[in-house]
Nanobody
């Protein structure tokens, strides 16, 4: 199973970016939880958003709530994170993660057993 993140880049503060995560070798339908985390240089990995296989509403970190939207398309094996009104403090490497056993989303990155390689998002002031 491989997760491949893409879509990062450079954007000015207030702008928008979308990052995506595609799966190969196993469909998203077999994952119970999909999530996005981010990590800035010298900082711990931080929870951003997660959504369950049930298709319920995504949960978000307070720092991104109202600005970021996570969605998943099991038919296309893709999960997306739409980021609006970006701030310089959103600058980080964004990672998609998946869990195949959990029944609810966790904000602890150590509980996820599948990871993408990360994609860099840089927000200039």
């Amino acid at each position: 199973v491989q997760l491949q993140a893409s879509g990062g880049g450079l954007v000015q503060a207030g702008g928008s970016l979308s990052v995506s995560c595609a799966a190969s070798g196993r469909t998203f339908g077999r994952f119970t939880i999909l999530a996005w985390f981010r990590q800035d240089s010298g900082k711990d990995r931080e929870f951003v958003a997660a959504v369950s296989a049930s298709g319920g509403r995504a949960v978000y970190a307070d720092t991104v709530k109202g600005r970021f939207t996570m969605s998943r398309d099991n038919a296309k094996n893709i999960v997306r994170l739409q980021m609006n009104n970006l701030k310089p403090e959103d600058t980080a490497v964004y990672y998609c993660a998946a869990d195949s056993a959990a029944s609810r989303a966790s904000m602890n990155w150590k509980t996820y057993n599948y990871w993408g390689q990360g994609t860099l998002v840089t927000v200039s002031s």
